[in-house]
Structure formats: structure tokens, C-alpha cells
């Protein structure tokens, strides 16, 4: 008889599976970001996770990180590249223009899902990672610009991160006062050729900016000695920096100007952002955006000024998980057990569980199958996290009672009649109501 072998399969690398104890942690994170978004009046838009390859390489760049190496691109069967979206910014454009949505009007929509990026994986670096992405559509003015930045703090103050994270800002002014800006960088970096190191080498040519947030600490007097982009933005540009810092002072939401802040894709003009945390490593950029006034256009659209954010989620969830921050009802799934014991009792349970279901909906009922004796059935019940588990057996099922036990207090058993169970336990619950 021959042996077949079957190889195990296995995840690709840099691609989680978010297995049920990460799940409810990032049913909590989501909760909180949607319920925000709501409370400013945001809504939710969803795009495709494939889109034609152009539509990146004219978005986010040719001479980036993103468009160079890291998009997962391919032929589809009829020989058309295509691209799992690296980010959500580019497709939220496509669509609104391709539908119109920010003709003659404003948008402020968010959107939520997986982006992929073939990258070094690493604690806080995937290949597939998820993002909130907000854009905002047809606001020109810095207004918007602060309420952008209050609503990403509120999402990580009511996360309870606020003490953890700092807001790095800066301005790139306009394209015309980058390019201006540009050719002074360009004569000092090519000054001090000697001290870049390869890959800003090759950038000096392809894209100069990207040389100035680079990490390499061997780089990092020369690159301070630098011109600054602030020093030489253009007047409107400008006021609408000055604007936006002064509001953000009133509101009381600190700062740091981060003059070397450029962030990785090419579509940036005036604000750009970042929250950044020292818990986590070299991962430490946990929120990213900025305005991209030129982008409806460069896609084929009108002139409609637009800014945004991504934030990564994962990111996100490890900072909580590293400083303990998710509650501790976080996980548990299930407030009440329904134990059953013997044909009669089983039999019940079913129709029983149903009623409760109907007369407690927010009442997270689980019931027991599979048999056994009352024993491992409490011991299951125990496992389930319920606060209860509530025994039906031989004696209940012929007088039509159940007992309700305490797992997680010191309390006498009760025994109810079926009829008043739904209300016992809406007494019991009362407070989760
Ligand atoms: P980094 O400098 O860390 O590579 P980035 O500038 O490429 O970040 P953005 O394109 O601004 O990142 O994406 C927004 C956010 O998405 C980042 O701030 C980060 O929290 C998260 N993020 C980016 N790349 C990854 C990744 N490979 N895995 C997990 N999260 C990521
Ligand atoms: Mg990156």
C-alpha cells in the first residue's frame, strides 16, 4: 500500500490569522473608532481590495517605498495588472470621483479593512495589516485640518492612550514651494555626498525629501544641519500652519514640530501629521496623514482639496496590549450557561434557550450540548466565562424550575420556575442591560 504524504499547510509569512482572543480586542478597537466617528458625523465608505496598478503608481508615486517594492502585483487571467491596495487613500479618491461624491459638496468618510505590502515582517510590521482610514473631501481650509487631528485624539485618548502618544506636525506648503525647497536640499545633500548612506544616495536624484526622515543614525547631524522646508513655505501655506498650531494650543492638544516629518508617499501638500510612541520600537508610528490637496486631480478629477488619515490597527492593538489597557470584561462572551441532564432536561433546554433569547436580547446565553454529567457540564460552564449557569435536570424538567447557580460569587442557588426565569434574569443582569 502506498504511503500518501500530505504536507502541512501553513499561513502565508507576514499574514495573521486573528484567532477568538485577539478578536473580541479588536471588536473592542473598532467599536470605539466607529462609535467616534459617528459622534462627528463621519460615514463609512467600502472599496475594493483590487485595483488597476496604475492607480497607485500615479497616486502614491513612483520613486516611493510603497510603488518600488513593496505592492503585491500581478496579471488577473485577462493580463490586466492589478494591485492588492498598500494603503486606502487612493481608492477612496477613485471612487469619489468616479461617483461624483464630492461634486458641489463635502465628504467626510472612513473606511476600515486589510491593506497589504510585502515587507520585512516583524513585531509591528505586516504583510497584510489593516488600517482606519479617514479622508475628507472639498475643505480647504486649515478648520478642518484641526478637527481631523482633535478626532484621531479623541479616538486614542478614549483608548485610554493619550499619556503614551505624541503629535509630531509639520508643513509642506505647496508643490511649487517644495520644488523651490527641493533644489536647496539637493545642493546641500549633494555637499555632503560622502555622509548619505546608498539608499539616500539613490534617492538624491529620485526623491530628496524621503532622505530627511531617514532613521540611520550616522546621518543624523548632517541631516539636522539641513535647510528646513519650514522656513521657506509660501505665505498661504503658512497662515494655514499658523492657524492650525494656534488652535490646537486653545484646544489644549500638545505638539511637537517635527521640521524633518515627510511622510513615506509623495501626495502630501501643507499639514501632514503623526502619532508616534516610544513603546513599541522602531514600529513607533502608530497614526499617520496629511492633507493631499493636488491628488483628485492628478486622478483625473476636478481641483478638490482633500486630507486624511491612516492608522494602523495592529499597531494599535499591541500598544494597548504592551500597557495593559483593554478592559477586563474583554473576552468574555457569555453571561449565562443552560446546563441540561438527561433526555427530558435536553429536550427543554432548546425551547427554553430560545425564550430567553427573545425576552433578553442582550443576554449572551450559551447551551450546553454534547451530554455529560452535571459535573463536566459545570466545569464547562466555569471554562465559558458565564457569571451563571443555570441547571435543568430530572427534578426541574418534571416541575418545570431551573437552578440558578452562582459561578463567580459566594450566593445561595436559587430555584425559579421557568415562566419567571426570563425576569429573574433581567433582575440579574440588570446593570448590563
Ligand atoms: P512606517 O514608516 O512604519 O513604514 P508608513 O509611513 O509606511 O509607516 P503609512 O503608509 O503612513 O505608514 O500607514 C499608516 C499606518 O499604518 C502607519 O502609521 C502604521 O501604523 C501602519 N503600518 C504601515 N505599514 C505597516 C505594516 N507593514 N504593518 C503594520 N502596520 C503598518
Ligand atoms: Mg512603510
Not at 501629521?273 to 483625473?300: K, N
Request: hydrophobic letters at 35%.
Amino acid at each position: 500500500m502506498s504511503e500518501s504524504i500530505v504536507s502541512k499547510l501553513k499561513g502565508l509569512r507576514g499574514m495573521n490569522d486573528l484567532l477568538p482572543d485577539q478578536s473580541s480586542k479588536w471588536q473592542y478597537v473598532e467599536a470605539t473608532f466607529k462609535h467616534i466617528l459617528a459622534r462627528y458625523g463621519y460615514s463609512e465608505i467600502r472599496t475594493p481590495v483590487l485595483e488597476d496598478t496604475t492607480l497607485f503608481q500615479r497616486s502614491i508615486g513612483e520613486a516611493t517605498d510603497v510603488v518600488e517594492k513593496e505592492m503585491y502585483t500581478f496579471d488577473d487571467r485577462n493580463g490586466e495588472s492589478v494591485t492588492l491596495r498598500p494603503e486606502f487613500t487612493a481608492g477612496v479618491v477613485r471612487s469619489v470621483i468616479e461617483h461624483g461624491l464630492a461634486f458641489n459638496q463635502t465628504q467626510r468618510l472612513w473606511t476600515t479593512g486589510p491593506v497589504f505590502r510585502y515587507e520585512r515582517p516583524q513585531k509591528g510590521r505586516y504583510r497584510q495589516f489593516h488600517q482606519l482610514s479617514v479622508e475628507i473631501f472639498n475643505l480647504a481650509g486649515p478648520d478642518i485640518d484641526v478637527e481631523l487631528i482633535l478626532l484621531s485624539a479623541r479616538l486614542l485618548r478614549e483608548l485610554g492612550l493619550s499619556d503614551q502618544v505624541t503629535l509630531e506636525l509639520n508643513s509642506l506648503g505647496t508643490p511649487e514651494a517644495r520644488a523651490e525647497y527641493r533644489s536647496l536640499l539637493v545642493d546641500y545633500l549633494t555637499e555632503h555626498k560622502h555622509e548619505l548612506d546608498e539608499d539616500s544616495q539613490r534617492r538624491l536624484t529620485t526623491n530628496p525629501l524621503r532622505i530627511l526622515d531617514s532613521k540611520n543614525p550616522d546621518m543624523a547631524d548632517m541631516l539636522a544641519g539641513a535647510p528646513r522646508l519650514i522656513d521657506h513655505l509660501d505665505d498661504e501655506s503658512r497662515a494655514h500652519f499658523d492657524y492650525l498650531k494656534d488652535r490646537l494650543t486653545a484646544l489644549g492638544i500638545p505638539f511637537r514640530i517635527n521640521t524633518r516629518l515627510v511622510r513615506g508617499l509623495d501626495y502630501y501638500s501643507r499639514t501632514v501629521f503623526e502619532w508616534t510612541t516610544t513603546a513599541l520600537g522602531s514600529q513607533g508610528t502608530v497614526c499617520g496623514g496629511g492633507r493631499y490637496d493636488g491628488m483628485v486631480e492628478q486622478l483625473g478629477g476636478k481641483h478638490v482639496p482633500a486630507i486624511g488619515f491612516g492608522l494602523g490597527i495592529e499597531r494599535l492593538v499591541l500598544l494597548l496590549e504592551t500597557l495593559d489597557l483593554f478592559p477586563d470584561t474583554i473576552g468574555n462572551t457569555v453571561d449565562v450557561y443552560l446546563t441540561a441532564v438527561g433526555t427530558r432536561a435536553e429536550q427543554m433546554a432548546l425551547p427554553l434557550a430560545e425564550q430567553l433569547r427573545d425576552q433578553l436580547p442582550s443576554l449572551r446565553l450559551q447551551l450546553h450540548c454534547g451530554g455529560g454529567s452535571f459535573k463536566s457540564q459545570i466545569k464547562k460552564a466555569d471554562r465559558s466565562g458565564a457569571r451563571i449557569a443555570l441547571l435543568l435536570g430530572e427534578e426541574e424538567s418534571a416541575n418545570a424550575t431551573v437552578g440558578i447557580k452562582f459561578l463567580r460569587e459566594e450566593r445561595d442557588q436559587e430555584q425559579v420556575s421557568q415562566a419567571q426565569l426570563g425576569e429573574r434574569l433581567a433582575v440579574l443582569f440588570e446593570s448590563a442591560q
